[in-house]
């Protein structure tokens, strides 16, 4: 009989270890729920060693102020930096998803961060706020052939309008369909390249 009862009492410490090494869906979302715990993740995953809190709490803000940290305001900083200091830093630390010395102001990733990889968004892995994320390099591309284009229509319709001789034999509705088809070109090769 104290074979069999070993035995039960076992098998819950089994299932308890294997709790501590896989978080469910569920409580990974219930986590992920705040944004600044998303964003403490993040920032934590860009940075892959250990960071000072400071550190951490500045970016934080400064993400959710959509600024940079030199641009920061003392009250945003301070907002951010208690509310990871008193609240969310310990939850994560208590749920092992982060390794939080408090009292020396030290974070870093944990044994289950990386469960949450998977739902944090890592299109701009830089934390240098002078590097441009992609998307906006490809906005910045397309937009310049905007630009482009409009300047050419703009050229095309003054030098009719000064009557030069190749562009003023051409009629009117031809120069608009030439213009037409450059836009829609631009627009199309945009649709198709994206």
């Known amino acids: 009989m ?7 009492s ?4 089994l299932r308890e270890d294997e709790k ?10 219930h986590i992920l729920q705040t944004q600044r715990r998303r964003y403490a993740l993040r920032y934590l ?38 509310a990871l200091y008193q609240s969310h830093l310990p939850k994560l630390d208590e749920e092992g998803i982060i390794n939080y010395n408090q009292s020396r102001g030290i974070v870093k990733r944990g044994p289950l961060a990386e469960q949450f990889d998977p739902y ?3 299109t701009d892995t830089s934390t240098d706020e002078t590097a441009k994320p992609d998307s906006e390099t490809d906005e910045d591309r397309w937009f310049s052939y905007y630009r482009w284009a ?32 450059l836009f829609a070109l ?8 994206r």
């Open 2 to 8: 104290s074979a069999t009862t070993q035995n039960l």
């Open 10 to 13: 076992d098998s819950p410490t």
């Open 20 to 29: 501590t090494n896989t978080l469910s869906k569920d409580k990974i979302f």
């Open 45 to 82: 995953k860009e940075q892959g060693s250990k960071v000072e809190m400071r550190d951490l709490a500045e970016q934080v803000a400064a993400w959710e102020n959509d600024t940079t940290v030199q641009a920061l305001a003392s009250k945003e900083r301070q907002r951010v930096y208690i």
């Open 120 to 122: 944090l968004e890592t």
């Open 150 to 181: 409009t300047a050419a229509s703009a050229g095309i319709f003054g030098a009719s309008w000064l009557n030069l001789p190749v562009i003023s034999t051409a009629s009117t509705n031809t120069l608009g369909a030439v213009i037409i088809s």
């Open 186 to 193: 631009i627009s199309s090769a945009q649709f198709v390249f």
